[in-house]
């Protein structure tokens, strides 16, 4: 999806399962510029302990998880929006290839 000439929306399906070393350097792959200018990132995905987690990202607040309710959730999923974004390189940060 694109927004206007720049902005624009990836959204995942993440069946990669999120660990605490992968949570603590997620930041720091998302601030590096590698996978195009990210300006948010928010969803939802499964968690090593066997529980969906709620995944929040912006810059300057950096990556926010909490465990979710997963009465409320229908299948792990998430949205990058950003600029200059490189789906490919963030399909293999999310995703199991």
């Given at each position: 999806l694109r927004v206007g000439n720049r902005l624009c929306a990836v959204n995942f399906t993440p069946d990669r399962t999120a660990d605490d070393p992968w949570l603590d350097g997620l930041c720091a792959a998302l601030e590096s510029g590698s996978y195009g200018r990210i300006?948010?990132?928010k969803g939802f995905m499964g968690?090593?302990?066997?529980?969906?987690?709620?995944?929040?990202?912006?810059?300057?607040?950096g990556v926010r998880w909490d465990y979710a309710d997963t009465q409320t959730i229908a299948a792990p999923k998430l949205c990058v929006i950003g600029t200059g974004l490189d789906r490919q390189r963030l399909a293999a940060l999310f995703c199991r290839e």
């Open positions: 300006l948010r990132v968690h090593q302990v066997g529980k969906t987690i709620i995944l929040e990202y912006a810059p300057g607040r």
